[in-house]
């Protein structure tokens, strides 16, 4: 009965928040927020962290008490279409209270410049010192055979000797390389071609607790119809993310 109060208060309080404060769509000064939140949040509850969140304007999107985890997105929960600007900010918690996890990812819809967009974030996260700082990309031009590796390799961090020679995955520890690979890759535009940056990091927070790190952009083609004159039609989705994840 508490819990089902709970719910139904923090979904009341999202609605009139929202209400007067809409966060749609979800611009980069926001996304610097985001972030500076998930950093310095680390050692809050999660319903400390809920409040935060719904205090800048965004909806309730889940809570799943079975697996300690609730979400958040500037997506309303009345509308009837699916936003193509969504984000999502995620939460997890062990079974202590703990955060365990917290993340933001979205699509990235009607930028002309997604690399530098993702360059803009991860440059934020770079004001929190982290350590043992690694970057891998990869890139593929045979549409279909490998995308949906790519983008597992970086929604999922598979970052193991057998995805590097599969999937012929470049790494560095040099952030300078990194970057400047991405904000100079043209193929981004290229429906044919896929790409998959990641970077992974170590950050402590000042409770001395450890987390894992990860920055990603990855890219994936669909397929919806065809064309006479120029055969399939072929839409490029652009993806990023960032997650904390307590080491454990």
């Known amino acids: 009965m508490r819990t089902t109060i709970r719910v139904f208060?923090?979904?009341?309080?999202?609605?009139?928040?929202?209400?007067?404060?809409?966060?749609?769509?979800?611009?980069?000064?926001?996304?610097?927020?985001i972030?500076?939140?998930?950093?310095?949040?680390?050692?809050?509850?999660?319903?400390?962290?809920?409040?935060?969140?719904?205090?800048?304007?965004?909806?309730?999107?889940?809570?799943?008490?079975?697996?300690?985890?609730?979400?958040?997105?500037?997506?309303?929960?009345?509308?009837?279409?699916?936003?193509?600007?969504?984000?999502?900010?995620s939460v997890q918690w062990d079974e202590n209270q703990n955060i365990s996890l917290l993340g933001y990812e979205r699509k990235l819809v009607g930028f002309d410049n997604p690399a530098a967009h993702y360059n803009l974030l991860s440059n934020k996260t770079a004001e929190y010192p982290?350590?043992?700082?690694?970057?891998?990309?990869a890139e593929d031009e045979e549409y279909g055979e490998k995308e949906g590796l790519i983008s597992s390799f970086v929604q999922a961090g598979y970052l193991n000797e057998e995805f590097y020679n599969l999937l012929d995955i470049n790494k560095t520890t040099n952030r300078d390389e990194y970057l400047n690979h991405l904000t100079n890759n043209k193929n981004f535009s290229?429906?044919?071609?896929?790409?998959?940056?990641?970077?992974?990091?170590?950050?402590?927070?000042?409770?001395?607790?450890?987390?894992?790190?990860?920055?990603?952009?990855?890219?994936?083609s669909l397929s919806y119809g065809f064309s006479e004159e120029e055969?399939?039609?072929?839409?490029?989705n652009i993806y990023?993310?960032?997650?904390?994840?307590?080491?454990?």
């Open 35 to 89: 972030i500076d939140l998930i950093f310095q949040s680390l050692n809050n509850t999660h319903e400390q962290i809920a409040e935060k969140i719904l205090g800048m304007g965004f909806y309730e999107a889940a809570y799943l008490e079975i697996l300690n985890y609730q979400s958040f997105t500037n997506e309303n929960p009345n509308s009837t279409t699916e936003d193509p600007n969504r984000v999502l900010i």
């Open 9 to 33: 208060l923090l979904g009341l309080l999202s609605f009139v928040l929202c209400m007067c404060k809409p966060i749609n769509p979800v611009d980069v000064n926001t996304e610097k927020e």
């Open 130 to 137: 982290y350590t043992d700082w690694q970057g891998y990309y």
């Open 190 to 220: 290229n429906n044919d071609i896929q790409q998959g940056y990641v970077e992974t990091f170590i950050y402590t927070h000042n409770d001395n607790s450890k987390w894992s790190g990860k920055i990603g952009l990855y890219t994936y």
């Open 240 to 248: 990023f993310e960032f997650y904390l994840t307590r080491i454990q």
């Open 231 to 236: 055969g399939p039609i072929t839409e490029k």
